[in-house]
């Protein structure tokens, strides 16, 4: 009890942490929003009532407390370029993203799992040689050649043409797997590489164990060593990979696919936001994907604690 | 005994791994590039328009044109340039900015001093990368640096971690112990006794950051949030997304290949770096 | 109740195992031949590295490495051919009819999984029990090792657990299917020293009731001496010496035993002699010595002992493994009527 008490307030600190960043850097430091929503000829008067409304002239914790309030509310304001309101705007697009990137968010994970667990077992023979060879140059190719590629040998007359290139006019399963396939393999070979990399590297820890030579001694086969011993030692290092590296796929893998498979889901809401300087939207963003960050840093803390009997 | 290897075992290691030096021929004929095209040997005329918009590979134009009829190989040239200038310039930077936070953390672990350092990796760790450089560039807008500051404020804090940890390991160590009992100022004792032995993780880690700037900037300059006004790999790409739709491959290609052998180079390198110089592993 | 000459449980001839190295294959145990009678406790003493823990694995058929090798001319087990088995054989037969202990208690027992439930998964793995029945097999086995408490020490995880009560439950887990063989790779080198005796007692009580047969493997006399009915001294992958514990550490005939023995602190009064070392260490295999391999730590060493490896004295199958054989040219000598065999 103790712990989830200590466990919460770190959490919260981390969450006032990241908001003061975001706060600085889009909010008190950002550029003045002045003439952007009056436009070039305001009366001196209609500038000072507009300070007055973004706060410029008051203190920084009173704007600071205002913010918070304002973000833990979730009235997240209004987008600048087309007047939709924020929470409305990301809760649209929101379920877009998580059905663009689940498939293959699992499908890499269960893929470089599945490898990891070859290499590992393997190790140092050619099968492992040939698997983390191909890992490191998979993690050699940038993101954005792989979606290149992909595209022109999927979507384009030049290539199969089997797919859209851009789009996504989901209506029933055959449609969504029309529009999700490319961006899902493509997910699947960006990430494959460092998946294959970090399962491997943790499997060979486990499997070097003194407990893994008694369970052998013992008579334990391969998939029994595999699947009970080393699965179960490992989970507190897979899970707690695997929660912090939900918010950065549906971020930071979104926001690559999302513009350029032209799919309308929050990568696309921040990358517009970020293009058109939109920043009602971009600063919503960047607090929520920090604090759900933050709270999958807790539960993933948690979630150590249940996996391991030795910390309990 | 301090955690660094005899220099020679490291060499005799290194040298035994042929992918690792291939690795490192590869970097070496890059950075050899940059130079030139830094001392002004080659790589000049990126920005010129020398043709006609497309045009195909030939002798005046190894790799043809682009859009606009610049030349791309002395893009993909110039670009090399570009990558090595924000590859050091970041991991110098955050490999400075780490290894200095990291030692002051682990040295006084457990004070105000750690606790504040540990709140700020634990801060900037939480915000994903690309919305931080995307506020990073909101908040900097006329700054071409924008970019820059992104990467050092978050990749320093890996470094950090792993120095910290070092540093509380071997503060611990006999060695050090001893220098602290016969009365060395313990300034002293962190900068003789216990940075030079976090040696082997800055190296590494500094040459994946090089590697994340590389990829980084990539994906930024995709999003517009990169180089500002010049030529990269990631401006490069950026272009070809629009030109490979009607078949025109040589922009992209010129840009890929390259960053692919570095980037492979790279991580051929670093993993027999990490090899080497791990002073848990025996030679066995 | 001392061995007697009824037929070996485990018989093992010319054992090697052999590692690659840049000079070819390297034989780190070369030639070990040993036979276990139902009940005995043979000692397996040798500094570290020379082969002894090797040689323990691959009694259960585990090879050092991917690389490494295990061969010999015969290996059996009771009736079964142990030298034809494949890995799915040796499966069958490691943790039920041959099981070992191994040295660090801390770390050989799986963290995240309950005493009871990695009892049970041996169990399971080797007998068609149901769960009760599992459950009650392993509940009887740890009273049997001395657990009063058997059902609250089945819920513990062994960080939860001492250091000597982890090694009765590994012998528990090591013992549950009746082996007729066990390996005790120094089992006690880890533990204080009373809870070395209470596990060295349990051992061999367990060996005497049950009747298996156990190899125990340690680099100390004193413990030889204490439970061990025959030793072998093993140096550089060879056997230099064996025979009946008593007659072994009375009248030494190999110098390097004699050395160990010198070496062995002694608290007894009267004894004034400060503790004597072996000069030099142990060459690493690869740069053994050709003939003797003790031949440069040894004084006694002539032309013959850096030319000519010599064989174990008597080592004729036909004679009982009760006889006293030495592996070297210039045995020592004792006193006539002092030397049993």
């Given amino acids: 009890m103790a712990f989830l008490l200590r466990k919460l307030a770190h959490g919260l600190l981390l969450i006032l942490g990241v908001t003061l960043v975001s706060f600085l850097l889009m909010v008190y430091f950002g550029p003045d929003q002045t003439y952007n929503l009056l436009g070039k000829n305001a009366t001196a008067a209609q500038i000072q009532e507009i300070h007055q409304q973004l706060g410029y002239d008051r203190a920084f914790t009173s704007r600071y407390i205002d913010y918070l309030h304002d973000l833990f509310t979730l009235q997240l304001g209004a987008s600048n370029s087309n007047g939709e309101k924020v929470i409305d705007l990301l809760w649209r697009s929101l379920p877009i993203t998580l059905a663009l990137m ?14 990891g667990m070859l290499a590992a077992w393997h190790r140092n023979r050619r099968l492992d040689r040939l698997i983390s060879g191909v890992s490191a140059t998979g993690m050699s190719i940038s993101f954005l050649i792989i979606v290149i590629v992909l595209q022109v040998l999927l979507c384009t007359p030049q290539g199969l043409n089997l797919f859209p290139a851009r789009g996504w006019q989901v209506t029933d399963l055959p449609s969504y797997l029309y529009y999700v396939t490319v961006p899902t393999l493509s997910l699947v070979f960006i990430t494959l590489g460092y998946n294959t990399r970090f399962f491997r590297a943790v499997f060979v820890e486990e499997l070097g164990r003194e407990h893994i030579r008694t369970v052998r001694a013992f008579g334990a086969s391969p998939a029994q060593i595999m699947g009970r011993h080393v699965l179960k030692n490992s989970l507190p290092a897979v899970l707690t990979r695997v929660l912090f590296s939900i918010p950065l796929v549906i971020v930071t893998g979104s926001l690559v696919l999302e513009t350029f498979f032209g799919i309308p889901g929050i990568g696309k809401v921040s990358f517009d936001a970020t293009t058109n300087g939109d920043q009602p939207v971009l600063q919503a963003v960047v607090a929520l994907t920090a604090v759900l960050f933050v709270v999958m840093q807790t539960l993933a803390d948690l979630a150590y604690r249940l996996a391991d009997p030795r910390v309990a | ?219 930024l300059s995709f999003l517009g949030l990169g180089v500002q006004d010049g030529v990269s790999w990631g401006l490069m790409l950026a272009e070809s997304t629009q030109e490979v739709l009607v078949s025109q491959f040589n922009n992209h290609l010129a840009a890929a290949i390259p960053l692919l052998l570095l980037l492979l180079g790279f991580n051929l390198m670093i993993d027999a770096l990490q090899d080497a110089l791990d002073p848990r592993q025996g030679s066995a | 109740m001392s061995p007697t000459a009824e037929d070996p449980v485990l018989a093992v001839q010319d054992l090697r195992v052999t590692l690659p190295s840049r000079q070819g294959r ?59 088995l494949d890995e799915r ?50 509940a009887d086995m740890l009273a049997s090792v001395g657990f009063a408490d058997c059902a609250r020490v089945m819920r513990c995880y062994p960080h939860e657990l001492s250091g000597g009560i982890r090694q009765r439950i590994l012998i528990a887990m090591a013992m549950v299917c009746h082996p007729q063989v066990l390996v005790a790779d120094e089992p006690t080198t880890a533990l204080d020293v009373t809870t070395q005796a209470q596990i060295l007692h349990l051992l061999r009580d367990l060996a005497r009731r049950s009747g298996t047969a156990v190899l125990l493997i340690t680099h100390d006399l004193a413990i030889v001496e204490a439970i061990c009915d025959r030793a072998m001294v093993m140096y550089c992958g060879r056997i230099s010496e064996e025979g009946p514990t008593r007659a072994l550490m009375q009248y030494p005939r190999h110098p390097y035993t004699a050395g160990l023995l010198a070496a062995m602190p002694r608290l007894s ?26 031949s440069k730590r040894c004084e006694r060493a002539d032309d013959l002992c850096r030319s000519q490896v010599p064989v174990l004295h008597g080592a004729d199958p036909a004679m009982p493994a009760a006889v006293h054989r030495h592996a070297c040219h210039h045995p020592l000598v004792h006193p006539i009527g002092s030397v049993t065999a």
């Avoid at chain 2, 504040?116 to 900097?140: E, K, N, R």
Wanted: hydrophobic letters at 50%; aromatic letters at 8%.
């Fill in chain 1, 102 to 115: 689940l498939p293959g968010f699992i499908i890499g994970n269960l893929l470089g799992a599945g490898l």
């Fill in chain 3, 269 to 294: 009064p009267g004894q004034v002699e400060p503790v004597k070392g072996i000069p030099g260490s142990v060459p690493a295999p690869g740069q053994r010595p050709p003939g003797c391999s003790f």
């Fill in chain 3, 89 to 138: 054989g040796w499966r069958r037969i490691r943790g039920s009819r041959i099981s070992m202990v191994f040295q660090e208690p801390q770390t050989a027992l799986d963290p995240v999984f309950s005493v009871g439930n990695q009892l049970q998964e041996v169990i399971r793995r080797h007998r068609q029990f149901n769960r009760r029945q599992a459950r009650t097999a392993a």
């Fill in chain 2, 1 to 219: 005994m301090p955690g660094f290897e005899p220099t020679h075992r490291v060499w005799q290691k290194l040298r035994a791994n042929r992918a690792g030096l291939a690795g490192f021929a590869l970097v070496s004929l890059y950075g050899l590039i940059a130079l030139s095209v830094a001392l002004g040997w080659a790589g000049q005329e990126w920005s010129l328009v020398s043709g006609e918009r497309w045009e195909s590979a030939s002798s005046e134009h190894w790799f043809g044109t682009n859009q606009l009829g610049q030349d791309i190989f002395q893009r993909a040239i110039y670009s090399v340039r570009i990558a090595f200038e924000i590859g050091l310039l970041v991991a110098l930077t955050s490999t400075l900015l780490g290894s200095v936070c990291g030692a002051i953390s682990g040295w006084c672990a457990d004070t105000w001093a750690d606790d504040g350092v540990v709140f700020i990796t634990g801060v900037l760790d939480s915000i994903p990368f690309y919305l931080f450089a995307a506020a990073v560039a909101f908040a900097f807008q006329a700054s071409a640096w924008a970019m820059q500051i992104a990467m050092v404020a978050t990749f320093w804090t890996t470094t950090s971690r792993l120095v910290r940890a070092e540093v509380m390991r071997l503060k611990n160590r006999d060695f050090v112990q001893s220098a602290l009992a016969i009365g060395l100022p313990p300034h002293l004792v962190l900068l003789r006794h216990v940075l030079p032995n976090t040696g082997h993780i800055l190296l590494a880690q500094a040459a994946m950051v090089f590697v994340a700037a590389i990829k980084t900037e990539v994906i």
């Fill in chain 3, 26 to 84: 390297l034989a780190v145990v070369d030639g070990v031949s040993l036979e276990l009678r139902a009940g005995e406790i043979l000692g397996l003493v040798g500094e570290s590295g020379c082969g002894k823990s090797m040689t323990g694995a691959a009694l259960l058929g585990i090879a050092p490495g991917p690389s490494g090798q295990v061969s010999s001319t015969a290996m059996r087990l009771g009736d079964l051919d142990l030298a034809q």
